[in-house]
């Protein structure tokens, strides 16, 4: 009863979601059931889906995800990977080599719209569909479809036979509508990158060997069916040697499994009431670490909600399998022979996907770096915060994303660099598109919590939650939301950063004595990159006192400081994007000045730092 409640609210909560978001958001009801084959890797399968339109447009086609096919020889995935200039090692040429029975696909037997058959093509990894009759605005209509299904040997993300012995990964493992927003159809090909779907229900029946474990996204509705962990066997009904899974997973845009005859399946309740599902195949090596796992999370979910929102859902799986770390509602994929410190990484990377991309549901294809730089910037500071609390080794530090600073910096030289308004399938080497994605887009939060500061930054992560999950925001979504928490304008940060790859440069060009006033010092700064910051300027004196300073830009139409008595900090005029220099006068002489400092606590990524201080 507890659940069914819950469902209710939550489903009631998002419509009231839908109806005040400022875009508007489609709609899907998924109900499947597949009959799985083990000894031939395929599966059979029905998917009955009920779209809603909710778009002011008529709609007179319909595009699904066939991700399976993506793992044939000639496909999208596989030339791209064979003509890339640093080919993914997971995939490079193995897709070229697979034989049949190796490969994925899937078969579309029928597809019927309200009952009647349907035109469709199957065009590598999409299936574009003609409709009978349009989908009218505000209305929903019934797909019918009958599929077959072979699932390929592991190569990315999705198959069978992992590397670690994990018997099945079903990522991406049925034909999925394509999102439609405001901006048209997404029906992006399976290259290689991320992904983008409609939020909505899944009713989902997996008949499998009975052997097998599963877990995945949703909840287990007949769990004393299936025992596994999940409850004592109390009434199992096999069909042969076989059982049924029946998962129901509300209001998410993706469903996940994964099963194995030999997983280990434990659980931890929160005392928030949401449970916490591991499997893994437990060896000796690894034994310790998935033990230990439980509770490390358990303050990891407990440092998240805080500082990110509250999880909405009440369960979430750590699951071994798949070919690295890899993020779904409700559930991650993870490879689980690892350290503690390699699995707690992994597993809070993962996890906090289900804020920034399972829960916001930003367009990760066209804005990867917002889902993948703000999941990087977060799991710095939980890992920080883990290792504050004893919990994993190493030690807490003030800034944990100075390590991502220097990755960039070096990165910058390498010419690949492109910025991060290109698509996640068009960048032109992998090194360009993770250092974009992961890289940039952590640093992004990094130094716009430098120019906006702690308060504003933190309550602003907070107000972009609530404003916007379950709403599929942009890169202007965010922005906004920081500027009406700051009152700053930020328009420039975020063109800069995202539409250019222009660098940051400043240096301390001099400090030399007023003229005609000895008591004073006139320090000269210099603007030597293009893209242009506020500052922050450290003075040193020689009798050990230390003073504070910041240097606003014009275009920010404020600053991050309150000019007040006793704030250590000392607010100067505005410095003009326009203005390769700045100076500012000093009450001492220059024999009394130890060092001038710019970004002495390195807020921002500048690229020379050799020449961000003046020793006198």
Same mark, same amino acid.
């Given at each position: 009863?507890?659940?069914?409640?819950?469902?209710?609210?939550?489903?009631?909560?998002?419509?009231?979601?839908?109806?005040?978001?400022?875009?508007?958001?489609?709609?899907?009801?998924?109900?499947?059931?597949?009959?799985?084959?083990?000894?031939?890797?395929?599966?059979?399968?029905?998917?009955?889906?009920?779209?809603?339109?909710?778009?002011?447009?008529?709609?007179?086609?319909?595009?699904?995800?066939?991700?399976?096919?993506?793992?044939?020889?000639?496909s999208?995935?596989?030339?791209?990977?064979?003509?890339?200039?640093?080919?993914?090692?997971?995939?490079?040429?193995?897709?070229?080599?697979?034989?049949?029975?190796?490969?994925?696909? &899937?078969?579309?037997?029928?597809?019927?719209?309200?009952?009647?058959?349907?035109?469709?093509?199957? #065009?590598?990894?999409?299936?574009?569909?003609?409709?009978?009759?349009?989908?009218?605005?505000?209305?929903?209509?019934?797909?019918?479809?009958?599929?077959?299904?072979?699932?390929?040997?592991?190569?990315?993300?999705?198959?069978?036979?992992?590397?670690?012995?994990?018997?099945?990964?079903?990522?991406?493992?049925?034909?999925?509508l394509?999102?439609?927003?405001?901006?048209?159809?997404?029906?992006?090909?399976?290259?290689?990158?991320?992904?983008?779907?409609?939020?909505?229900?899944?009713?989902?029946?997996?008949n499998?060997?009975?052997?097998?474990?599963?877990?995945?996204?949703?909840?287990?509705?007949?769990?004393?069916?299936?025992g596994?962990?999940?409850? %004592?066997?109390?009434?199992?009904?096999?069909?042969?040697?076989?059982?049924?899974?029946?998962?129901?997973?509300?209001?998410?845009?993706?469903?996940?499994?994964?099963?194995?005859?030999?997983?280990? &399946?434990?659980?931890?309740?929160?005392?928030?009431?949401?449970?916490?599902?591991?499997?893994?195949?437990?060896t000796?090596?690894?034994?310790?670490?998935?033990?230990?796992?439980?509770?490390?999370?358990?303050?990891?979910?407990?440092?998240?909600?805080?500082?990110?929102?509250?999880?909405?859902?009440?369960?979430?799986?750590?699951?071994?399998?798949?070919?690295?770390?890899?993020?779904? %509602?409700?559930?991650t994929l993870?490879?689980?022979?690892?350290?503690?410190?390699?699995?707690?990484?992994?597993?809070?990377?993962?996890?906090?996907?289900?804020?920034?991309?399972?829960?916001?549901?930003?367009?990760?294809?066209?804005?990867?770096?917002?889902?993948?730089?703000?999941?990087?910037?977060?799991?710095?500071?939980?890992?920080?915060?883990l290792?504050?609390? *004893?919990?994993?080794?190493?030690?807490? #530090?003030?800034?944990?994303?100075?390590?991502?600073?220097?990755?960039?910096?070096?990165?910058?030289?390498?010419?690949?660099?492109?910025?991060l308004?290109?698509?996640?399938?068009?960048?032109?080497?992998?090194?360009?598109?993770? #250092?974009?994605?992961?890289?940039?887009?952590?640093?992004?939060?990094s130094?716009?919590?430098?120019?906006?500061?702690?308060?504003?930054?933190?309550?602003?992560?907070?107000?972009?939650?609530?404003?916007?999950?379950?709403?599929?925001?942009?890169?202007?979504?965010?922005?906004?939301?920081?500027?009406?928490?700051?009152?700053?304008?930020?328009?420039?940060?975020?063109?800069?950063?995202?539409?250019?790859?222009?660098?940051?440069?400043?240096?301390v060009?001099?400090?030399?004595?007023?003229?005609?006033?000895?008591?004073?010092?006139?320090?000269?700064l210099?603007k030597?990159?293009?893209?242009?910051?506020?500052?922050?300027?450290?003075?040193?004196?020689?009798? *050990?006192?230390?003073?504070?300073?910041?240097?606003?830009?014009?275009?920010?139409?404020? &600053?991050?400081?309150?000019?007040?008595p006793?704030?250590?900090?000392?607010l100067?005029?505005?410095? &003009?994007?326009?203005?390769?220099?700045?100076?500012?006068?000093?009450?001492?002489?220059?024999?009394?000045?130890d060092?001038?400092?710019?970004?002495?606590?390195? *807020?921002?990524?500048?690229?020379?730092?050799?020449?961000?201080?003046?020793?006198?």
């Amino acid at each position: 009863m507890t659940r069914l409640f819950s469902g209710i609210a939550f489903m009631l909560f998002s419509i009231i979601s839908y109806a005040q978001a400022d875009r508007w958001q489609q709609a899907v009801k998924y109900d499947m059931a597949i009959d799985f084959d083990v000894k031939k890797h395929q599966f059979e399968g029905s998917q009955k889906l009920t779209y809603t339109n909710n778009s002011p447009d008529t709609l007179e086609k319909v595009f699904y995800h066939l991700y399976f096919n993506a793992f044939q020889p000639k496909s999208v995935m596989d030339m791209r990977s064979r003509t890339i200039r640093d080919a993914d090692p997971r995939v490079a040429s193995r897709i070229a080599a697979l034989k049949p029975e190796e490969m994925g696909w &899937h078969a579309i037997k029928s597809l019927k719209q309200n009952g009647k058959n349907v035109k469709f093509e199957v #065009v590598g990894t999409i299936l574009e569909v003609a409709l009978n009759e349009p989908i009218l605005p505000q209305t929903e209509t019934l797909f019918e479809m009958e599929f077959e299904s072979q699932v390929p040997v592991q190569i990315r993300r999705s198959g069978r036979d992992n590397a670690e012995g994990v018997d099945y990964s079903m990522s991406q493992w049925y034909p999925k509508l394509c999102e439609y927003d405001y901006q048209g159809w997404h029906a992006n090909p399976y290259v290689g990158r991320e992904f983008y779907g409609v939020w909505g229900d899944f009713d989902v029946k997996i008949n499998i060997d009975k052997d097998y474990t599963i877990g995945g996204s949703g909840y287990l509705q007949n769990p004393n069916e299936i025992g596994h962990g999940y409850a %004592p066997v109390s009434n199992v009904k096999a069909k042969g040697n076989k059982l049924t899974w029946h998962f129901i997973a509300p209001n998410v845009h993706d469903f996940v499994w994964a099963a194995d005859t030999e997983y280990t &399946h434990t659980t931890m309740k929160r005392k928030d009431g949401m449970t916490m599902h591991f499997f893994y195949i437990e060896t000796e090596n690894n034994k310790d670490a998935w033990e230990t796992l439980p509770e490390v999370m358990d303050e990891a979910f407990e440092y998240i909600n805080k500082n990110a929102g509250q999880y909405p859902y009440e369960q979430y799986s750590f699951i071994q399998g798949g070919d690295g770390g890899m993020e779904y %509602p409700m559930a991650t994929l993870i490879t689980g022979n690892r350290s503690l410190s390699s699995l707690v990484g992994v597993s809070v990377h993962e996890l906090i996907h289900s804020w920034y991309q399972m829960i916001l549901g930003t367009n990760e294809s066209l804005y990867a770096w917002m889902d993948e730089g703000f999941t990087s910037w977060l799991s710095d500071e939980v890992m920080n915060h883990l290792r504050g609390e *004893g919990l994993i080794p190493g030690i807490k #530090v003030k800034n944990p994303h100075l390590d991502t600073y220097d990755g960039f910096v070096n990165f910058t030289k390498s010419g690949f660099e492109e910025p991060l308004s290109i698509h996640a399938d068009h960048f032109l080497t992998n090194a360009a598109y993770g #250092v974009g994605a992961y890289v940039k887009g952590d640093i992004f939060l990094s130094q716009l919590k430098y120019i906006i500061g702690d308060d504003a930054f933190a309550k602003g992560m907070l107000r972009y939650f609530h404003t916007w999950k379950f709403k599929h925001p942009n890169p202007n979504d965010f922005i906004r939301v920081m500027e009406k928490e700051s009152g700053l304008e930020l328009d420039w940060y975020k063109e800069y950063w995202v539409n250019t790859t222009h660098t940051i440069d400043y240096a301390v060009g001099s400090a030399t004595p007023v003229e005609g006033q000895p008591n004073k010092t006139l320090i000269t700064l210099e603007k030597l990159g293009v893209m242009p910051m506020p500052l922050d300027v450290q003075v040193v004196f020689k009798n *050990g006192k230390t003073q504070y300073y910041n240097i606003p830009l014009a275009i920010m139409r404020g &600053h991050k400081f309150e000019k007040k008595p006793n704030s250590g900090v000392q607010l100067l005029e505005d410095w &003009h994007w326009t203005h390769p220099s700045y100076e500012f006068t000093l009450d001492s002489p220059v024999e009394n000045i130890d060092s001038i400092k710019i970004d002495p606590e390195r *807020g921002m990524v500048d690229i020379d730092t050799s020449n961000n201080i003046l020793q006198k």
